[in-house]
């Protein structure tokens, strides 16, 4: 017997993580106010959050992973 197939996109997939949040973080971040919370998003995002941040001016910026995504701080 063949366990049936699900989508995983969009959903949470077996490591908790959303593809379709992390698309969307990396492709449009929010910058209106922080401490910003993304649910869903891989940890591997916040290198490109970062860098994303320094791009645009803001200091003392840092990610930090909790158990249901990231927890983004900048200052401008």
């Not at 969307?24 to 649910?39: A, E, G, N, S």
């Not at 959050?49 to 803001?58: S, V």
Request: with cysteine; aromatic share 8%.
């Amino acid at each position: 017997m063949r366990p049936a197939t699900r989508p995983t996109t969009g959903h949470l997939n077996l490591t908790g993580y959303s593809l379709r949040a992390t698309w969307r973080v990396l492709r449009t971040l929010p910058i209106t106010h922080f401490p910003l919370i993304l649910p869903g998003v891989h940890p591997l995002a916040s290198f490109f959050i970062l860098r994303r941040l320094k791009g645009l001016g803001f200091s003392s910026c840092r990610v930090v992973t909790s158990e249901n995504g990231l927890v983004v701080h900048a200052h401008r």
